[in-house]
């Protein structure tokens, strides 16, 4: 079975008395470990589909399911728990909080997920080291350079062990060699502990690189799915 | 989520906008601040006045009179009730039989007299008292200063009021005065004058009449002393009644043609052992056909008055928090709007609505501590600095130290927990508002 099934999901705006498809009878599945690819153009509907997969937003017609569970009719505290145990999302611009240091942007979701405190410390350091931020660990944000943030960012979203990454654009926002780092990281992660990676962007490149699937958007609806059983 | 996580949060929160913070916790601390020190006003005044009386042995004394007095001002002119009801007569033996009752301590009839009083060449008109050696252990007969009390009832010593002597402008000191001759004038009947009445010259038939006694004390009481012991000078009964006046209500009697109809006097004052005796001791004169009157009978009403005045004071004292109460709300909505990206991020993270409003009941929480904290501290402040400035503006009107604000314990933890709660009610909307951000929303607007 499939871990994530996306069946005839649909989402509509209301503009005026028009009814606009941001996604159209979208179906795919996802198997666990496998890494796959969003691509299309700005306005493709990528990064909506995303939400949807990541439980931040549920107005949707049909379903996402998650080991046969549908998030689109899942209450407040199941998405919660979707968003802190399955998931674990990263962004574009980090989003991460400025006001807390590196190493307590990556301690935050353990906060919410009870994970014992004298632990805490421990593990946030461990995913930090994983990243090579080692030494970077009590430096707050606007101390750290794009790439230095995104790994803080990959850091905090791998803290609750999550079966799934969600990535919206990881690298949109950094240069050439800092992108393919990040992308090279979530390869390894995705190939080293066989954690599901879904990845949004617009570099069709390297969705067909690294990606086992690639799903191409565009207006809302699917156009091709590709798939590179060699990745 | 932990309730320390939860607190260390808040705690971060808070740190970030110090000044802001600050300046919530300052309004919280000005309203509780206002509200502790009313409170303690309201019960010390109320503590005070009562701990007064007691001490004054107001709650153990009653008056008891052979007229029935209107005393509890139903209307507002004393009623004499003889057209109402049959009045009994205050005779000795009456008095004998309430002595002779266990819950007495004393009782004695008032013996007043009217007199010029002449010391070291100064003189003033007051009034002669008799009072029987028992009432050496009330107040304010056990507090002599300097001096003591007589030891006999025909003792020829009278115990002088302060007040008499400030009436007087004597200014050596009390110490010097012990032992010093006192003149006594009073007025007798004259009857060599009777004769110049019927030939109709204008003139009373009295004289005067002048004895000599010593200075055995002198008594200072407080201004919430009984009426009776107030002023004047004080006599053993039996030295007292050997001291010629002329008797108004004698005056009256022969008038009226009714002699000793109202007995040999018109009042009795009564010493009851205890506060707790009162109340038997009162219905029993009352059965007797006798009018009573006693201040520790209007202990309830005294009770409702201060609770009246503990209840609007501390009504003043909340204007101030309920002011205090909007900075904290609008601190909270601030805050939202501020740290809106930063709640997405967390619901985003796995944080529940219910975590995101525990994080803002306890900003709230910490800002209502620590305004009650420091709250406390600056009412107490305030009322000591009061309560110094009004004792020593005061000082010369009423003779005690009082202390105007009790600051106790209690009033110290239930302001802070007080403010505690308030802040945490100031927070429901905010903290309400707070977690049902949409993440999706929140992280879009970047």
């Not at chain 1, 996604?23 to 691509?39: A, K, M, P």
């Not at chain 1, 799934?164 to 992660?189: C, H, Q, R, W, Y």
């Not at chain 2, 029987?132 to 304010?140: D, K, Q, R, V, W």
């Not at chain 2, 975590?355 to 904290?373: L, R, S, T």
Request: hydrophobic share 40%.
């Amino acid at each position: 079975m499939a871990l994530i099934q996306v069946e005839h999901l649909s989402k509509t705006y209301k503009k005026g008395d028009n009814k606009i498809y941001a996604l159209r009878n979208i179906n795919f599945d996802i198997q666990e470990g496998e890494y796959v690819s969003i691509v299309g153009k700005s306005g493709s509907g990528k990064s909506t589909l995303l939400n949807l997969l990541g439980g931040m937003d549920t107005s949707a017609e049909g379903g996402v399911y998650y080991n046969g569970k549908n998030l689109l009719t899942m209450s407040e505290k199941e998405l919660s728990y979707h968003r802190k145990f399955t998931v674990g999302m990263i962004f574009q611009s980090f989003n991460l909080i400025p006001s807390r240091t590196a190493i307590d942007n990556v301690k935050l979701p353990l906060i919410f997920s009870n994970y014992p405190i004298m632990l805490r410390e421990t593990r946030a350091c461990e995913l930090l080291y994983n990243m090579g931020l080692y030494n970077r660990a009590l430096h707050y944000p606007s101390e750290l350079s794009g790439g230095e943030a995104q790994r803080v960012a990959i850091a905090r979203a791998l803290a609750n062990k999550p079966k799934v990454i969600l990535a919206d654009e990881p690298t949109g926002n950094l240069d050439t060699a800092t992108s393919a780092e990040i992308i090279g990281l979530l390869k390894m992660f995705n190939e080293k502990h066989k954690i599901t990676i879904i990845m949004v962007t617009h570099d069709k490149e390297t969705a067909h690189k690294v990606s086992h699937k690639t799903i191409l958007l565009s207006d809302g609806e699917i156009i091709k799915i590709t798939s590179n059983r060699n990745q | 989520m932990k309730i320390s996580d939860i607190i260390l949060l808040a705690a971060d929160n808070l740190k970030r906008n110090v000044f802001r913070t600050v300046l919530t916790a300052f309004g919280v601390a000005v309203g509780i601040g206002s509200l502790s020190s009313m409170i303690s006003l309201g019960k010390g005044v109320s503590t005070n006045i009562s701990k007064q009386m007691e001490s004054n042995d107001l709650f153990t004394g009653l008056t008891m009179s052979s007229r029935s007095i209107d005393f509890d001002g139903s209307s507002n002119k004393t009623i004499l009730s003889d057209e109402k009801k049959e009045t009994v007569p205050l005779t000795d033996s009456i008095l004998n039989e309430i002595r002779s009752w266990e819950e007495v301590a004393t009782a004695f009839a008032e013996q007043i007299k009217p007199a010029t009083i002449k010391l070291e060449g100064k003189s003033a008109v007051t009034n002669i008292k008799a009072i029987p050696l028992e009432m050496s252990s009330f107040y304010p007969f056990n507090k002599i200063n300097p001096g003591s009390f007589y030891s006999s009832e025909s003792e020829p010593s009278v115990i002088l009021s302060k007040i008499v002597l400030d009436k007087m402008g004597i200014t050596s000191s009390l110490d010097s005065l012990i032992g010093q001759n006192i003149e006594i004038i009073t007025r007798v009947f004259d009857l060599d004058k009777i004769d110049l009445i019927t030939s109709k010259k204008k003139q009373l038939p009295v004289k005067n009449d002048t004895t000599i006694l010593k200075i055995k004390g002198i008594v200072q009481t407080s201004s919430f002393s009984a009426g009776i012991f107030n002023d004047g000078i004080f006599l053993p009964p039996l030295t007292c009644s050997f001291i010629p006046s002329i008797d108004l209500r004698n005056v009256y009697d022969i008038i009226n043609g009714e002699q000793g109809k109202y007995g040999k006097c018109n009042t009795v004052h009564v010493r009851v052992k205890d506060f707790s005796m009162l109340k038997t001791v009162k219905l029993r004169i009352e059965d007797k056909g006798f009018s009573v009157f006693s201040i520790g009978d209007k202990l309830e009403d005294f009770e409702k008055i201060f609770f009246m005045l503990d209840t609007v004071l501390a009504v003043i004292g909340s204007i101030a928090l309920i002011i205090s109460v909007f900075g904290i709300v609008n601190t909270l909505i601030m805050a939202i709007y501020e740290r809106r990206k930063e709640i997405g991020i967390m619901k985003s993270l796995g944080a529940t609505a219910r975590q995101i409003k525990f994080i803002f009941y306890f900003e709230a929480a910490i800002i209502g501590f620590v305004g009650g904290v420091f709250g406390v501290l600056c009412g107490k402040l305030v009322s000591q600095v009061s309560g110094n400035i009004a004792n020593s503006q005061l000082g010369n009107f009423i003779d005690s130290n009082i202390e105007y604000f009790a600051f106790s314990w209690e009033i110290v933890f239930f302001s802070i927990l007080f403010s505690v709660a308030v802040s945490i009610l100031a927070s429901i909307y905010p903290a309400d508002k707070a977690s049902k951000i949409d993440p999706l929303n929140a992280l879009r607007r970047e």
